[in-house]
């Protein structure tokens, strides 16, 4: 007898007044007045965006939704398996008001953008590595990248690294939502030419590009 037949029959004896479902179950609707409903009612890609440059405000709260660390102190605005947080968040800066233009690293636990390396300064996407132009002309690009964990979680690895890659990209929609920005999830890139221009380092992995900026007028909903 296999390990779920040893389950069901052990759940049978535990509870023996189970019955099966016999229907659909209609769901209320869902509460309007919450604030996060609003932010998951209007969420959407923006493939359009102005020429204005972002805040050092709005970059420092997305990125803080990206990966940030939350009111525990110890804990971060994503769940990651067995905390080993295995991502890193950076980002190629445009135009960004008090912040050079570059490509930075996000520390997570000090709350800043360190540059990669320092000194170096880059403006624009590639063309080899994004296949859409309006990629390039956002004010801030974040690439979602990883390395392998230092607690090893097996076969599981790349499956646990994109759950949370996912976690990450909802907060980052949702933060953008409740700013006014714009956000679209790119992954039709050429991993070899974004390993280059965002300068990542000997292991690490591309995941999800994220570009950032303000929506152009009557940008319609994707």
């Known amino acids: 007898m296999n390990k779920l037949m040893l389950i069901l029959l052990a759940l ?3 509870c023996p007044a189970i019955v099966l479902a016999k229907g659909d179950v209609n769901l209320t609707a869902p509460a309007k007045d919450q604030a ?3 932010l998951l009612m209007t969420r959407h890609s923006v493939r359009a965006y102005s020429d204005k440059a972002l805040t050092l405000d709005q970059l420092s709260n997305i990125l803080w939704a990206a990966q940030g660390i939350n009111a525990s102190g110890k804990k971060r605005t994503t769940a990651s398996a067995r905390a080993t947080y295995p ?4 980002v190629m800066v445009k135009n960004v008001t008090g912040v050079d233009p570059g490509i930075y690293l996000y ?4 709350n800043k953008l ?6 170096e300064k880059r403006t624009s996407v590639v063309p080899d590595a994004v296949k859409q132009d309006w990629v390039a002309k956002t004010p801030a690009v974040i690439m979602i990248s990883y390395s392998k964990p230092e607690k090893d979680l097996g076969d599981k690895t790349l499956m646990f690294v994109s759950v ?6 909802q907060n980052v929609y949702l933060m ?6 714009g956000t679209c999830a790119v992954g039709g890139y050429d991993a070899k030419a974004a390993k280059e221009f965002f300068l990542l380092k000997p292991g690490e992995e591309p995941v999800l590009m994220l570009p950032i900026g303000i929506p152009a007028p009557a940008e319609p909903a994707k």
């Open 107 to 110: 520390d997570p636990q000090n």
């Open 87 to 90: 991502l890193q968040i950076y």
């Open 176 to 181: 953008c939502e409740a700013l006014g920005l």
């Open 164 to 169: 949370e890659a996912g976690a990450v990209m």
């Open 36 to 38: 996060l409903t609003k």
């Open 114 to 119: 360190t540059p990669v390396p320092k000194g």
């Open 12 to 14: 049978s004896l535990l």
